[in-house]
């Protein structure tokens, strides 16, 4: 139990163009899904929280305006990065948690590239 | 704000021996306590946690950690490593007030030699 999905694993796309990416719990309700963001040898870094039916909260220094996060239902939530960037090239990660003790389950990433 | 160090950015061991990584965290409340494993290729996995009670955790492919709460550490251990320990192991915190916020630390990449 307790799966969660990513849609695409990987994408690449031309500088300027808008990329989604899907976070599904396959067979939990999620009440709450974070999005994450990790550089090649590096730690996770959140970028923002998300709770279904209301708005992401962002952590200090990502824009929202960049990277729109929508959670419409208790098993999907999608990060769209806006005007892609080379410097957005990263690989991102999405965990949920149904509120039982903040056990967080993790997707297996996507691996977005900006040429 | 919380944060979480750990000390050992890599580690190289023979199959056998015994693991120990570091993990401190800075945060003045209550928190739960994650080990988090990354095995080359796949997704993050979770190890182990503590919420409260024994602080000696027991969690999967016989890993254990314990948490000293007066050292603020949560350190990982294993007896006895395996080749197929070879992986990114990440230790993680969160604030009973967070609603599941975690903070990572930076990693530990244990590669085990043959």
């Known amino acids: 139990g307790a799966v969660v999905s990513q849609h695409p694993s990987w994408v690449i796309c031309k500088s300027g163009t808008s990329v989604k990416i899907e976070c599904r719990s396959l067979?939990?309700?999620?009440?709450?899904m974070f999005w994450y963001r990790q550089f090649p040898k590096q730690s996770l870094m959140l970028m923002a929280t998300?709770?279904?039916?209301?708005?992401?909260?962002?952590e200090q220094g990502v824009e929202k305006d960049k990277f729109l996060i929508n959670h419409a239902s208790l098993t999907l939530s999608t990060l769209t990065v806006t005007s892609a960037h080379p410097e957005d090239s990263s690989f991102y990660i999405c965990?949920?948690?149904?509120?039982?003790?903040?056990?967080?389950?993790f997707g297996p990433g996507t691996r977005l590239t900006v040429t | 704000a919380q944060s979480v160090s750990q000390h050992n950015h890599h580690v190289i061991l023979s199959e056998a021996a015994s693991l120990e990584l570091g993990c401190n965290y800075s945060y003045g409340g209550t928190v739960n306590l994650f080990w988090y494993v990354q095995y080359p290729g796949q997704h993050l996995q979770l190890l182990l946690k503590y919420f409260s009670g024994d602080p000696l955790v027991k969690g999967i492919k016989g890993f254990e950690a314990e948490f000293i709460k007066s050292k603020f550490s949560f350190n990982l251990r294993k007896p006895s490593v395996q080749w197929s320990d070879t992986a990114e192991y990440f230790c993680a915190v969160n604030a009973n007030t967070n609603a599941g916020k975690s903070t990572f630390g930076d990693g530990t990449t244990l590669t085990v030699k043959p």
């Open positions: 067979d939990f309700q999620a009440t709450t």
């Open positions: 998300s709770n279904e039916g209301s708005k992401a909260t962002y």
């Open positions: 965990s949920a948690t149904s509120g039982r003790a903040y056990e967080q389950y």
